[in-house]
């Protein structure tokens, strides 16, 4: 029998009436949200080392930060051996000494041999507000460790711990780890099979979180919350996790020296720390006559000038104006490019600031270039933007990884 109600609309049915219907939909309510669905709300997708946000984000070449990248793998893979064990290493340097392509490098390394674990990209100049804030710290990484296929019963667990507790969310990150991972892993622990488990959880930019701010209605002026609170906050968390027993992984943090961090690992976290400083030992300079010449020989196609333009005295103090910092030689090469004058003269402009010779201070220089570079620009403020993007380490890294590739086809 067809329907009476086929095609019809605009009406309405009164009185007493029931409906039978095998298939009931009621338009306008959506179904419950599922547990992966809750977690995946407060996950800062763009803080994975392989988001589509960080796809341009600064790497290693593979003949470049060979040393730091063993020894930083080589812990990871054979730690245990050492004399005095370490669950924590602290990955530091000053601003563009390489730490964010350094652990990009070592995070896809980790991926192809399945010991990692899961990454968080923290980055103050992220389009995305959740990685310059903590909030979404431990959720990203306990739905790295749900998507983890040989995690499979810790996943179950996880996903759990959210149906149970709806406003874990909304807690601190010590009751956040309690709840996503380290009851999870408590859980799991005595079951098959660990050997599969992954190995380590990077976390880069830790100088880069920022402060989160809450609204308190009782007071009327509540005091501010800093960054460096949220700082320590995450470490200690992070320090609690790499203390207990049930805590199969190791934990790799990348940071600036700040004051702040620094005291954490010396004062608090000392017995469970490793830290491993970008220095000369590191041999930086290499890399930087290879950014260097990579620099040279596109303006000297540009320019048509003499092959043997520069000289290698005028390499070698650049590199020893740099003392170790890339961002200096990324200065100089920007400046080159884009003010518009003849490359030679402004070459020129430079060697002639103060080098490193005269002041105790190794920035010295670079504090000379940049004064040198407003002073002379015709539009002082965009100079401040292009400076303040040299400065920011991600595009200064990554300018380093293509020069490789650009240097070896100039030679």
């Keep these: 029998m067809p329907s009476p109600f086929k095609n019809a609309s605009n009406f309405n049915i009164e009185g007493d009436t029931n409906i039978y219907a095998k298939n009931y939909n009621h338009y306008g309510e959506r179904p419950p949200k599922s547990s992966i669905e809750k977690l995946r709300e407060h996950v800062a997708g763009g803080a994975l080392h392989n988001s589509a946000e960080r796809y341009y984000a600064p790497k290693c070449h593979p003949e470049t930060r060979v040393a730091v990248q063993k020894e930083v793998i080589s812990w990871i893979c054979d730690g245990d051996s050492d004399d005095q064990p370490k669950d924590i290493m602290w990955v530091t340097g000053p601003a563009g000494s390489g730490k964010t392509a350094i652990m990009g490098s070592v995070a896809d390394t980790c991926q192809g041999k399945g010991i990692l674990g899961a990454t968080h990209f923290f980055s103050s100049f992220s389009g995305s507000a959740n990685r310059r804030s903590k909030h979404c710290m431990v959720p990203t990484l306990a739905y790295q460790f749900v998507q983890h296929k040989a995690m499979t019963q810790v996943a179950a667990r996880i996903l759990s711990a959210v149906e149970d507790n709806p406003v874990i969310f909304e807690q601190n990150l010590e009751v956040q780890l309690d709840q996503l991972i380290l009851e999870p892993l408590r859980a799991c622990q005595d079951r098959p099979p660990l050997a599969g488990w992954p190995k380590v959880i990077l976390i880069d930019g830790l100088d880069e979180c920022g402060a989160d701010q809450?609204?308190?209605?009782?007071?009327?002026?509540?005091p501010s919350r800093s960054r460096e609170g949220d700082q320590i906050e995450i470490l200690s968390i992070l320090k609690k996790a790499a203390g207990d027993p049930d805590f199969p992984f190791r934990i790799i943090i990348a940071s600036r020296p700040e004051h702040v961090i620094k005291r954490f690992f010396v004062d608090v976290a000392k017995s469970l720390t490793?830290?491993?400083?970008?220095?000369?030992?590191?041999?930086?300079?290499?890399d930087m006559a290879l950014f260097l010449e990579s620099k040279f020989a596109n303006i000297r196609r540009e320019s048509r000038f003499p092959p043997s333009w520069p000289s290698k005295d005028v390499r070698q103090t650049l590199i020893a104006n740099?003392?170790?910092?890339?961002?200096?030689?990324?200065?100089?090469?920007?400046?080159m490019e884009v003010s518009g004058?003849?490359?030679?003269?402004?070459?020129?402009?430079?060697?002639?600031?103060?080098?490193?010779?005269?002041?105790?201070?190794?920035?010295?220089?670079?504090?000379?270039?940049y004064t040198h570079i407003l002073e002379s620009s015709p539009d002082p403020f965009l100079s401040i933007l292009w400076l303040n993007l040299i400065f920011r380490e991600k595009y200064l890294e990554q300018e380093i990884g293509d020069s490789k590739a650009e240097a070896q086809n100039a030679l």
């Design 322 to 335: 740099a003392s170790g910092q890339f961002i200096y030689v990324a200065t100089v090469g920007r400046f």
């Design 214 to 222: 809450y609204q308190d209605a009782t007071q009327s002026n509540p």
């Design 341 to 369: 004058g003849d490359p030679d003269k402004l070459l020129k402009q430079v060697l002639r600031l103060p080098g490193f010779k005269a002041s105790t201070n190794a920035l010295a220089p670079l504090d000379a270039l």
């Design 274 to 286: 490793r830290e491993l400083f970008l220095d000369a030992k590191y041999n930086p300079d290499a």
